[in-house]
């Protein structure tokens, strides 16, 4: 069983649309993230999550909504798609805030059009 | 050899040669460090980590130093072989237990036959 798993793997997109990211942990984890990876490979911190109670929140544009329903799932909701949100999203989890390894998702590649 | 610029820094080595990856990390305060694999259409996974109170760490294969001093983290891979090849990632934790890990631009390794 995948321990983070996120949906879709792949989504295609045109300009102006509005989609949704879903993003559940079985590790029993207390601790969410969204992360975000360019064509450059690099990789930043969009959110974190903590018991579903919002911790870290970068300087991220307020079309991009992450929803945690229970401390198992965090979704990142994205309106008004633009160009630039191309890039890999990689839901992740951790045990809890204090120091401890963060485990991946297989990541969601998104394309807008 | 290892080539830096605009594009993600590459190292190419024999297969059964070891393998050294360099992360200069940025946070004098970062406590806590993570190396990363990521293999191509995958999420960054876990490879070894290692806390401030050590220099060393050795796991099956992997090797991590760590240099205080000039802010240095290195990943040591013993015998490369073909399923080493990946792009890998030093990650810092900045200090802050409110798990804003920081990630480094990524090597990308390269195994020759």
């Known amino acids: 069983d995948t321990a983070v798993s996120q949906t879709p793997k792949y989504l295609v997109t045109q300009m102006g649309n509005d989609k949704s990211i879903k993003c559940e942990q079985n590790?029993?984890?207390?601790?969410m993230y969204w992360y975000k990876q360019d064509s450059k490979k690099f990789l930043k911190i969009m959110f974190s999550?903590?018991?579903?109670?919002?911790?870290i929140n970068e300087t991220v544009p307020n079309r991009f909504s992450p929803k945690s329903p229970d401390k198992a799932h965090l979704n990142l909701h994205i309106n008004s798609l633009e160009l630039g949100d191309s890039a890999v999203y990689f839901c992740?989890?951790?045990?809890?805030?204090?120091?401890?390894?963060?485990?991946f998702g297989e990541g969601s590649w998104l394309t807008v059009v | 050899g290892e080539s830096v610029g605009l594009h993600l820094p590459t190292l190419s080595v024999q297969e059964g040669d070891n393998s050294i990856i360099n992360c200069a990390y940025s946070?004098?305060?970062?406590?806590?460090f993570i190396w990363y694999k990521q293999e191509s259409g995958k999420g960054p996974q876990f490879i070894i980590d290692?806390?401030?109170?050590?220099d060393k760490r050795q796991g099956q294969r992997v090797t991590v130093l760590l240099n205080k001093t000039v802010k240095h983290l290195s990943l040591q891979i013993a015998a490369t072989q073909p399923g080493d090849s990946a792009v890998y990632f030093c990650?810092?934790?900045?200090?802050?237990?409110?798990?804003?890990?920081?990630f480094g631009p990524g090597t990308r390794l390269s195994v020759l036959p």
């Open positions: 992740a989890s951790s045990q809890d805030q204090a120091g401890n390894t963060i485990y």
């Open positions: 590790l029993g984890h207390d601790t």
């Open positions: 999550y903590n018991n579903k109670e919002l911790i």
């Open positions: 946070n004098s305060a970062s406590d806590y």
């Open positions: 290692i806390r401030s109170n050590m």
């Open positions: 990650a810092e934790n900045g200090g802050n237990y409110g798990q804003n890990f920081v």
